[in-house]
T-cell receptor
Framework: DQQVKQNSPSLSVQEGRISILNCDYT??????FLWYKKYPAEGPTFLIS?????DKNEDGRFTVFLNKSAKHLSLHIVPSQPGDSAVYFC??????????FGTGTRLLVSP | DAGVIQSPRHEVTEMGQEVTLRCKPI?????LFWYRQTMMRGLELLIY????????DSGMPEDRFSAKMPNASFSTLKIQPSEPRDSAVYFC????????????FGSGTQLSVL
């Protein structure tokens, strides 16, 4: 049973445009959400997070939006750059530090 | 700091053999996690330790898998006997404390069981 779902396995975007990566979750106990970025042959690295008490968190070109009623979050990258090409994992926590990850979305940003 | 260090980077073995994956967490981090990445299931948590004590091993697939953390700077994940369906990338991660959800991952071990 996949509690965190990333339904788009891949996404292609042109450099300079917006990338929107989506994530849905089923467990209403999740109260903290994170995005990780993974390059080939490397481990995932933390990108940005959001607490359930907020609906938006911004860090430079990266913004995460949380819609608790829809159990949906999204990561916006504006403007997208070729170096953003990676696999992005959405993760959720219920406060007991047991992160549940999605299956990932592969983003390709073309020049 | 060198980050989380995993070894080996790649492991190719035959079905039935024992496999041991190793991890050195970031110094000072109190929590350690073992994850497995597959195409179908993404990153699955296998087990995690806090202060060297196993807290949750509900993700360990079956008795063929075992994990230990004899001290704060070393952990192992063992598969005995290995099977082809165990082929995956295994990641170790650590975090500063039990309440810190930000994990730092190692580069992973690519395991292939023939």
């Amino acid at each position: 049973d996949q509690q965190v779902k990333q339904n788009s396995p891949s996404l292609s975007v042109q450099e300079g445009r917006i990338s929107i990566l989506n994530c849905d979750y089923t467990n209403s106990m999740f109260d903290y959400f994170l995005w990780y970025k993974k390059y080939p042959a490397e481990g995932p690295t933390f990108l940005i997070s959001i607490s359930s008490i907020k609906d938006k968190n911004e860090d430079g070109r990266f913004t995460v939006f949380l819609n608790k009623s829809a159990k949906h979050l999204s990561l916006h990258i504006v403007p997208s750059q070729p170096g953003d090409s990676a696999v992005y994992f959405c993760a959720a926590s219920d406060g007991f530090q047991k992160l549940v990850f999605g299956t990932g979305t592969r983003l390709l940003v073309s020049p | 700091d060198a980050g989380v260090i995993q070894s080996p980077r790649h492991e190719v073995t035959e079905m039935g053999q024992e496999v041991t994956l190793r991890c050195k967490p970031i110094s000072g981090h109190n929590s350690l996690f073992w994850y497995r990445q597959t195409m179908m299931r993404g990153l699955e948590l296998l087990i995690y330790f806090n202060n060297n004590v196993p807290i949750d091993d509900s993700g360990m697939p079956e008795d063929r898998f075992s994990a230990k953390m004899p001290n704060a700077s070393f952990s192992t994940l063992k598969i005995q006997p290995s099977e082809p369906r165990d082929s995956a990338v295994y990641f170790c991660a650590s975090s500063l404390s039990r309440v810190d959800e930000k994990l730092f991952f190692g580069s992973g071990t690519q395991l292939s069981v023939l």
